[in-house]
């Protein structure tokens, strides 16, 4: 009787170390140490003078950025800048009429074609990868899906910069490797002037023209926002890298220029990640990842409907940011936001509705300006086949259709449904059809595919997972404007840098890109 | 009263009490029936043998044991003294062990939260270890109930052991933990292997407070309950019927197996 007491004891304790071999909960998973070493270098107080920079006019963008950043660091420097055409500059630096303390070149040709005629000061740095993308007019009138249908009969001119810019010489070396060069040797029109290409376009003068990828965000203006194409003529897509091979964009110190000791401080804040991040953000590829030391754990409170889209989302991000972990705690935006407003942690929220953020922001959790991910849009769920035969929004309130919406104080899809039936005078009667007041949007879609309800009024992004067991019917949307859905830094993130990487990332053309592909209306349509 | 109208109430009664019964299977048998019956097979096993149902199920085993472990370590001399012993304010001090029960699960959660950032939280989980949205956190999320229905039912246990035992064992030459070890303890076994069964149970069905105070991660605070709502999250309802049902059988032979070995003696 003695051993009892102690026999339990061993038993207990003999359970928690047979069960201790599984995975233990790690003590450290949500409290990553701090970003690795900073590597931005101490700034040298003796730079002064004039720094003047070539700056070809695509990236006026992020070189206005830059610019602010370089400024910051380096108060006693005046920076200048001429920004032009690339050819122009090329030209001028080659022929020894100008000699800028820094030439920003968006490929690597046109920095040899300097580095040939030895104006060169050091080594070039590449600051980042570019592409190339094809453009077309507007809706695609020629139908081109790939390079290889450059070949069709339809497709009569094709402008292409010339071989001298980087641009026209890795479209050739697309074209080559996707074996099309020799077929559309006589469709060709080159230019030494890359920007006539989007001219011949909008003009009608070309069918197809190759631009830099990049080229489709930009801006003119020196620190201008990320810009949408706008006007008579469309991107068609990005060639891929492993047919025009990577493009270096090289940027170099200029032999005789006034100032080279600024300008090779410029060329080192090139490949800090702050920098680096600027040109992503910029839709170029970093030509340095981020320090391997980075390991950083961001946590995101996520709207549970937003889920299909955020899971693809952060396994892209992370698969290019190394070192850095999202972990997601999905739930109702209104739950989430109580449970940040508790914990006063974490370092992004992403809530289904703007009304939401708006409470986060009145309440002081949110650090500067939110970004834009997408919209969502109200459908009608019907079960497979539509066998109440459900054609249009009137047909909610017929006698004996089972109907579910949201719950207006605590879902937007509840909102927008209360919205949409107003709208169409049909809230009175569709109130006896009412089965179900759900709590969230995956309830409202499971309901229909388990055929407990008829229809249901929820996203489209929520039928996308449920596609094969539903049908949609669409509302018009004259009586359901798309939902915005916001993403914000909150005031408590330790790493905003990162945080805002991943904003930035999301709302450009990447995060749009997996946004459509999950059913939701891209942020910039 | 005649004799043929006692057997008439008498067959009426219990009538009445195996037909309660009957109704009370069968409600739990259609309801897991129906479960059952959505899915087939091959769709259950799939998703028994994934990776994330697979995590999830190692997660549950870990937390809970370790929950049910702590509480009942705890449960057993708290529920004693319980029991036992005439305290100062005893109705309060009832009350406050009885509260989590009556607290909204989320609240749980959120109580927890509020904790953390109060200078002792932020001291534990500087020094000790983080707690809030951490795997470790869900250990303590199910504490906040499991506790009180640890101490609850085992206290119940100690209740069923008449004091006389002891004070018998006491006049007979035992210490007080002698006493304690060697009479009540045996003697209370069954219920306390009731309580330590109805603990385990709670903490392998616990969701509210993991949701608030862990939040609901992937590969990380998926315990089996936020495994459903994740699931059900991206519509996944086969998935979430999945594991659902294989909490029931987990359950089950948890249950089942507990309660032989109580009954056998087998486990202490």
């Not at chain 1, 706008?230 to 100032?259: E, F, R, Y």
Request: hydrophobic content about 45%.
């Amino acid at each position: 009787m003695r051993a009892l007491p102690f026999a339990l004891f061993v038993v207990l304790i003999a359970a928690v170390i047979a069960l201790s071999g599984c995975p233990k909960p790690s003590p450290d998973a949500a409290n990553t140490p701090p970003v690795g070493p900073n590597n931005a270098p101490t700034p040298k107080a003796d730079i002064s003078g004039e720094l003047l920079i070539y700056v070809p006019c695509g990236v006026a963008g992020p070189y206005g950025a830059i610019k602010d950043l370089f400024e910051q660091r380096y108060p006693n420097v005046t920076v200048k800048q001429d920004v032009a055409n690339i050819d122009v500059h090329t030209e001028k630096i080659a022929d020894g009429k100008g000699a800028p303390d820094v030439f920003i070149s968006l490929g690597d040709r046109e920095v040899q074609r300097i580095a040939k005629a030895d104006r060169i000061d050091g080594e070039p740095v590449t600051f980042a990868y570019n592409s190339i993308a094809m453009m077309v007019a507007n809706n695609n009138p020629c139908g081109i899906e790939s390079l290889e249908d450059l070949k069709k009969p339809e497709v009569k001119t094709i402008a292409v910069p010339s071989n001298q810019n980087s641009s026209g010489f890795y479209a050739e070396q697309a074209f080559k490797k996707a074996g099309v060069w020799d077929a559309i040797q006589d469709k060709l029109w080159r230019t030494d002037e890359p920007s006539q290409v989007k001219v011949q376009l909008s003009s009608g003068k070309a069918d197809v023209g190759i631009v830099y990828y990049p080229c489709t965000r930009e801006t003119r203006e020196v620190g201008g926002k990320p810009q949408e194409m706008k006007g008579k003529v469309q991107l068609l897509g990005k060639i891929p890298t492993d047919l025009s091979g990577p493009i270096p964009a090289q940027a170099a110190v200029i032999k005789g220029c006034k100032n080279p000791e600024a300008g090779k401080a410029f060329l080192d804040m090139m490949m800090e990640d702050e920098v680096q991040d600027i040109w992503e953000k910029w839709a170029f590829d970093r030509a340095k990842q981020p320090a391997s030391g980075e390991r950083v754990t961001l946590y995101l409170y996520c709207g549970a409907g937003i889920r299909p889209f955020m899971d693809k989302a952060i396994e892209a991000f992370c698969a290019k940011n190394k070192g850095v972990r999202i972990d997601v705690g999905y739930a109702g935006s209104g739950c989430l936001l109580g449970q940040l407003t508790f914990a006063k942690r974490g370092d992004l929220y992403m809530p289904g509705e703007e009304f939401y953020m708006d409470q986060a922001r009145k309440r002081g959790f949110i650090d500067g300006e939110t970004e834009l991910v997408g919209y969502f849009e109200p459908i009608l769920l019907v079960q497979k086949g539509n066998p109440k035969n459900i054609q249009k929004l009137e047909d909610v309130v017929k006698p004996g259709i089972r109907l579910g919406v949201g719950e207006p104080d605590a879902a937007a899809i509840g909102l927008v449904a209360e919205s949409i039936l107003t709208k169409a005078g049909l809230l009175e009667q569709a109130q006896k059809n009412i089965v179900m007041r759900a709590g969230n949007v995956p309830e409202l879609g499971y309901l229909v595919k388990l055929k407990s309800l008829d229809v249901s009024i929820v996203w489209r992004m929520t039928a996308k997972e449920i596609e094969a067991d539903t049908d949609i019917v669409p509302i018009p949307e004259t009586l359901s404007p798309p939902i915005a859905i916001p993403i914000g830094v909150l005031k408590f993130s330790e790493h905003k840098d990162v945080a805002t990487r991943f904003v930035d990332w999301i709302a450009g053309p990447e995060g749009q890109k997996l946004a459509e592909e999950s059913w939701m209306l891209p942020a910039n349509d | 009263m005649t004799d043929l109208k006692r057997k008439a109430q008498a067959a009426l009664f219990r009538y009445l009490v195996v037909s309660s019964l009957l109704l009370l299977l069968g409600f739990i048998g259609i309801v897991l029936v129906a479960m059952v019956t959505y899915l087939d097979a091959p769709t259950f096993f799939s998703a028994v043998v994934s990776e994330e149902v697979l995590f999830a199920v190692k997660l549950t085993a870990v937390t809970t044991t370790i929950t049910t472990t702590l509480a009942v370590l705890l449960g057993i001399p708290a529920g004693y003294a319980l029991s036992r012993y005439k305290m100062p304010f005893q109705e309060l001090v009832d009350t406050i062990i009885d509260l989590p029960i009556v607290l909204p699960p989320l609240v749980g959660g959120i109580a927890l939260l509020i904790f953390f950032q109060t200078p002792i939280g932020v001291w534990i989980e500087q020094h000790i270890m983080p707690f809030v949205f951490t795997t470790q956190g869900i250990i303590l999320a199910q504490f906040v109930s499991c506790g009180t229905f640890a101490v609850r039912g085992l206290k119940a246990a100690f209740d069923g052991v008449d004091p006389r035992m002891e004070q018998v064992a006491r006049t007979l030459g035992c210490t007080e933990p002698q006493a304690f070890f060697r009479v009540v303890l045996p003697l209370a076994r069954n219920g306390l292997v009731a309580g330590t069964v109805m603990t385990w149970a709670r903490a392998a069905g616990e969701f509210g407070p993991i949701l608030m105070f862990c939040g609901a991660t992937r590969f990380k605070t998926e315990v089996m309950s936020i495994a459903v709502f994740l699931n059900m999250s991206v519509g996944k309802v086969e998935m979430a019927i999945s594991v659902t049902l294989l909490l029931v059988i987990m359950g089950t032979l948890a249950l089942f197996a507990f309660r032989r070995l109580g009954g056998r003696g087998y486990l202490w």
